[in-house]
């Protein structure tokens, strides 16, 4: 792509602010590679095709018989696609496993999707990966284990179920009142300092570390409950009042 | 024989349940709120499941990934199935795994690529095509039949009562 001047990509973002939905749509359609391979524009070797979907060999693959089983419709991401198309392609990803379970004989099958550029989503065109596995392949798809206190896995639940429960309709939107993400990260900072540290170290660095993660709520806690005393509050504490 | 997926079934902390599917928080997660959402019946690879369950399993994983984002403030998900012990599953019962993902959480899930020839990629085209002519058709979920009923339920005759409620009405002065 030839390199744009500042006023020209003002213009663009001008232009694209401007645009209604259907218009944006369109234009992403006509920049996407995807779309234009679901068309025919673009030549790849389609495995599978029906009103709804379109698999093709993923020309960089992790293994030979890595498919791309892609929607006609240009979705960016997973959540825009329609509960119907999504079943339907879940069902034609199924499918396909079974073909490359039963055509190349492999050992079993990954289907993977990434949501997101910082899961590694490149297009921006939704696209579910169905890869072919065998025994010492070299594919990377494990995924890691990491310890969890029973604490932290409290408060993450509350979170996702509050959540989970306004998606699925079990209950009405409601406004959180304590909006702390600093409880979350901490949390995280957890996961990823027992990442870091190695094993032999575990006892010495367990401390500091608990402390840091109590520390946050406590503070937070405080805040909330100054009027009703108890600034002593743990996050064990907070997993017991959310049984 | 113990699976451990059926062992987590029966948490009382279920993110979700409906009549076949349960979503609960990995106990060894790779980042945290790490979704397992697996069916509830032991399949043990996913072409023991039938389709229209498949299809809901999936849908409901991604709705639990939307929630991952608004819930937790995740900044994408992987979703992930391992289908087979050469795949990497390791518990005999099918489950989809919702990872979140932020920013230098340590994960990596790309593959290198692995060169093939123009001729291998053809062959391995015409292999698969052949094999995925025959998708489709798949397995829809059997509706419960709606009751017959031999006998109608006989009318009620309302006749009476009306009137009763009625004499009642004018008795009021």
Known sequence: ?243 | MNCAICELKKSKELLYEDKDVFAVLSPEPATFGHIIVAPKKHYQIIEQIPDYEFGNLFNIANKLSTAVFEGIGAQGTNIIIQNGVEAGQEIPHVAIHIIPRRENDGLNFEWAPKQLTEEQMSTVELQLKEGAKDIGGFQKEEKAEPIKLDKKPEKLKLSDQENYLIKQLRRIP
């Open chain 1, 1 to 243: 792509m030839p390199e744009m001047t500042p006023e020209q990509v003002k213009a663009l973002q001008e232009k694209l602010s401007q645009m209604s939905p259907e218009e944006l749509k369109a234009f992403q359609k006509k920049n996407c590679i995807f779309c234009q391979i679901v068309d025919g524009k673009v030549s790849s070797k389609k495995i599978y095709e029906d009103d709804v979907c379109v698999a093709v060999l993923d020309i960089n693959p992790a293994n030979p018989g890595h498919m791309l089983l892609m929607p006609k419709e240009h979705y960016a991401i997973m959540p825009l696609i329609p509960e119907d198309e999504l079943k339907h392609m879940s069902m034609v990803a199924k499918a396909l496993s079974h073909v490359l379970l039963k055509v190349l004989k492999v050992g079993g099958t990954n289907i993977f999707i990434a949501n997101g550029a910082l899961a590694g989503q490149r297009a921006q065109h939704f696209m579910l990966h169905v890869i072919p596995r065998k025994e010492g392949d070299g594919v990377k798809l494990e995924i890691p284990k990491k310890k969890i206190t029973k604490s932290q896995m409290a408060e993450i639940r509350k979170r996702l179920k509050a959540r989970i429960d306004v998606i699925f309709g079990k209950k009405k939107e409601e406004v959180l009142i304590e909006q702390e993400p600093e409880v979350i990260k901490s949390v995280g900072e957890v996961i990823e300092k027992e990442k870091e540290k190695e094993e032999p170290e575990e006892e010495a660095v367990e401390k500091p570390k608990k402390k840091k993660a109590k520390k946050k709520p406590k503070a937070k806690k405080a805040k909330k409950k100054a009027k009703k005393k108890e600034p002593e509050v743990t996050l064990d504490d907070i997993a017991e009042l959310m049984k």
